[in-house]
């Protein structure tokens, strides 16, 4: 069972205002990511990290930004949110092969997703 | 870059297989996976295959990799409604993050 937990789960906002996406993950991995998705529909990496302090820019542009102050922490922050931010932000992590051990193939683990609605 | 390409819809009847098909542009990919999303839910590791084989089983699914033509499938014994969702294929080459596919919505008659 994947250990990555993201809050909140749905918010509803209005224009304008400032929102902080929080993605946490126990299982010590280097790696973590943010993917943007509407329903049904593609993912768009629009974030990832491969430590502390590194942070790089996904194939999506996006005005959101990230940090990555701890291991185990990523969040994601919309400094002024727009009714063209209503999206679902799937978070994900994983550990560069060899450095977790066992069957490690760097595959993602995802957390719930949080779903924001901004009016 | 590197592109993978999966059909957008699949629908089957309960009891039959499914096979979702998968095409991938590098060559250089090492693993190759498949997730499942259920409907508000992120997405869920189901099965992966090392670029050296051919095969992998795994009670219900079944992965088939054509290397040569960068064909991957997977098919699901047995179908039942459960089985509903999307289903991406991923690649990963080297220490980039993993390419998905748009997804395939699996869909099941009762």
């Known amino acids: 069972e994947a250990d990555i937990y993201q809050t909140p789960r749905y918010l509803v906002i209005g224009t304008g205002k400032k929102i902080t996406l929080e993605c946490s993950q126990t299982?010590?991995?280097?790696?973590m990511y943010w993917y943007q998705q509407d329903p049904g529909m593609e993912l768009h990496l629009i974030h990832y990290?491969?430590?502390?302090?590194?942070?790089e820019k996904g194939d999506l542009s996006s005005e959101s930004t990230v940090s990555r102050i701890r291991t185990e922490h990523f969040p994601l922050t919309l400094e002024s949110a727009r009714p063209s931010h209503t999206s679902q932000y799937l978070c994900?992590?994983?550990?560069?092969?060899?450095?977790?051990?066992?069957?490690?193939?760097?595959?993602?683990?995802f957390g719930e997703g949080s779903r924001l609605t901004v009016l | 870059g590197e592109d993978v390409e999966q059909s957008l819809f699949l629908s089957v009847r309960e009891g039959d297989s499914s096979v979702i098909n998968c095409t991938y542009t590098?060559?250089?990919?090492?693993?190759l996976y498949w997730y499942k999303q259920e409907p508000g839910a992120g997405l869920q590791l189901l099965t992966y295959i090392f670029s050296n084989m051919d095969m992998k089983q795994d009670q219900r699914l079944t992965v088939l990799l054509n290397k040569k033509d960068k064909h991957l499938s997977l098919r699901i014994a047995d179908t039942q409604t459960g089985d509903s969702a999307i289903y991406f294929c991923?690649?990963?080459?080297?220490?980039?993050?993993?390419?998905f596919g748009k997804g395939t919505r699996l869909s099941v008659i009762a």
């Open positions: 990290s491969y430590g502390v302090n590194s942070t």
């Open positions: 590098d060559s250089s990919s090492t693993y």
């Open positions: 991923a690649e990963r080459a080297g220490n980039t993050p993993l390419v």
């Open positions: 994900a992590s994983s550990a560069t092969p060899g450095l977790a051990g066992g069957a490690n193939t760097g595959e993602l683990f």
């Open positions: 299982m010590g991995h280097d790696k």
